[in-house]
Nanobody, 116 residues
Framework: QVQLVESGGGLVQAGESLRLSCAAS????????MAWYRQAPGEQRELVAV???????NVADSVKGRFTISRDNAANTVLLQMNSLQPADTAVYYC??????????WGKGTLVTVSS
């Protein structure tokens, strides 16, 4: 089992930045990759960024150049740095961990609201 706890969401104005954190605990040795997803009201959950156990990263085209995913191995934490935020980025952001057994774990989410 893997437990995930997100933090760092909040209300910001367009153009500002936020950094989200996801602290992982439990069977972290089983994790293959971790990711951030988001879900806006009335929309489906979408992948924002992913980082593999080897450190390879990828971000969605909609946030490329503005969002960066990274990890702090010592703290078992994955970070999402979000710059130049836009109202379209408003959503609940979820941390995800995918293990080698193809099991997905989810955090409870953190709300990001960007005002224009």
């Amino acid at each position: 089992q893997v437990q995930l706890v997100e933090s760092g969401g909040g209300l910001v104005q367009a153009g500002e930045s936020l950094r989200l954190s996801c602290a992982a605990s439990g069977s972290i040795f089983s994790i293959k990759y971790m990711a951030w997803y988001r879900q806006a009201p009335g929309e489906q959950r979408e992948l924002v960024a992913v980082i593999t156990i080897g450190g390879t990263t990828n971000v969605a085209d909609s946030v490329k150049g503005r969002f960066t995913i990274s990890r702090d191995n010592a703290a078992n934490t994955v970070l999402l740095q979000m710059n130049s935020l836009q109202p379209a980025d408003t959503a609940v952001y979820y941390c995800n961990a995918h293990d080698w057994g193809k099991v997905d774990y989810w955090g409870k989410g953190t709300l990001v609201t960007v005002s224009s």
